[in-house]
């Protein structure tokens, strides 16, 4: 019997695996907590362990399942989703107070990956509220992420409000949370206020400038305000960012937070220029945003990247035969890419006599050349009087073109 192992070519031990040669990075989903913060986003508990299953059965890294001190209902919310969990890593938030992290551990605590996640605002305007100094700021820092730490092997800190804080002190306190154990940094653009460029270089200039930065995980968290969520996150990671926060639809706050699913699809669709991966199943986003939009209350826009009902239509002749030809030619990715069953063409009055033809062939209708001539006059006379034209519409002109004859 020959040796196999010997036969094989170098050839074969190379990886060819879409992930070959990239960096990993995780997905860190805020849906249930930055996503329920939008005003009239809230979800009844069945509805939170429901969207956690999801998540955690799509290969979401980490999930935030709320703000256990804000509410007994977040507490028990966080406290059930941690029980639940089977893959992903549990994370609670927790303002910068002795009591709200131990509330958050009391609900990690039950997953098999827990993570306590603490923040206060650092900019100026932050600071003046709680009216604290640089230096008392900085020593509430060190002695809450220490007490986290105490608590918790993971512990993420944030500085919120990190992209209007002056850069001296952004630097120093990253520096004594990271002294002080947390083991990710997140640089939360609170009030969407960065842009791309400066988006990158701030990550990568505290991962060049920190001591001990290199031991830890940088976290980017988007807000959309400038419509620049997706953007400032993708170029965070190129800055050397290793974890996205993000939410299903963009849910959250005002404009929202960056969408899972762009980021999602933007480095596998672009892996190319972006050597970055993630883990999620993107074959798996369609139904929780459906689901998602269900339980919020807060409906897709028709034209939102991805998962917008029009994200994967096409109503204009031009794009419609293209589409009939080759489906490259006017899409980047395939519907089942993102758990779509197809592409719709929708019959409108831009769509052309191949898309036509097209649609009455599903319908089971197979038209002569003048017998189609004389159809797509009378869909053309429809189509300018009703927005989109149905398959009940094609059948019923049929039929009067039937009776006519
Ligand atoms: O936007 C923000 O700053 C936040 C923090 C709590 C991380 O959501
Ligand atoms: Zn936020």
């Known amino acids: 019997m020959t040796d196999q192992t010997k036969t094989v070519s170098p050839e074969a031990d190379k990886d060819v695996s879409p992930e070959a040669g990239k960096d990993r990075v995780v997905i860190f989903d805020t849906t249930l907590r930055d996503g329920e913060q939008s005003p009239g986003a809230t979800m009844t508990h069945e509805e939170k362990l429901e969207i956690a299953g999801l998540l955690d059965d799509m290969g979401v890294d980490i999930i935030e399942a709320g703000f256990p001190i804000a509410s007994e209902g977040d507490f028990r919310a966080v406290s059930e989703i941690a029980k639940r969990a089977k893959q992903a890593t549990i994370c609670g938030l927790a303002r910068a107070h002795i009591k709200d992290i131990d509330r958050a551990w009391e609900a990690v605590k039950h997953a098999a990956s827990p993570r306590i996640h603490t923040f206060i605002g650092t900019s100026p305007l932050h600071r003046a509220i709680p009216n604290l100094t640089q230096d008392e700021m900085a020593e509430r820092i060190h002695e809450t992420v220490t007490h986290a730490r105490n608590l918790c092997d993971d512990v993420q800190w944030s500085p919120m409000d990190a992209t209007r804080t002056e850069w001296d002190y952004l630097r120093r306190v990253v520096e004594i949370a990271i002294k002080a154990g947390a083991t990710t940094i997140n640089i939360p653009d609170t009030v ?214």
């Open 192 to 405: 969407g206020y960065t842009a791309p460029v400066e988006s990158a270089d701030l990550i990568r200039r505290l991962i060049a400038d920190v001591p001990g930065a290199d031991e830890v995980v940088f976290a980017t968290h988007c807000h959309n305000d400038l419509g620049l969520a997706t953007a400032n996150a993708l170029a965070a990671v190129a800055g050397g960012a290793r974890q996205i926060e993000c939410t299903i639809n963009g849910l959250g706050e005002r404009a929202g937070n960056t969408a899972l699913e762009e980021v999602v699809m933007a480095l596998k669709v672009r892996g190319d220029i972006m050597p970055f991966y993630t883990q999620v199943d993107s074959r798996k986003i369609m139904n929780i945003s459906r689901r998602v939009a269900t339980v919020s209350g807060f409906p897709v826009q028709y034209n939102k990247a991805i998962v917008g009902k029009n994200a994967f239509a096409h109503e204009s002749g031009i794009h419609q035969d293209g589409m009939l030809k080759n489906a490259e030619t006017f899409e980047i990715m395939r519907p089942a890419d993102v758990g779509l069953a197809e592409t719709s063409i929708v019959l409108g009055k831009h769509s052309g006599r191949a898309a036509l033809r097209a649609k009455l062939k599903d319908l089971g209708y197979e038209l002569a050349e003048n017998q189609l001539n004389d159809m797509f006059v009378r869909f053309k006379e429809l189509a300018d009087r009703k927005k989109e034209v149905y398959d009940e519409d094609l059948i019923a002109l049929m039929r009067a073109g039937e009776d006519e004859a």
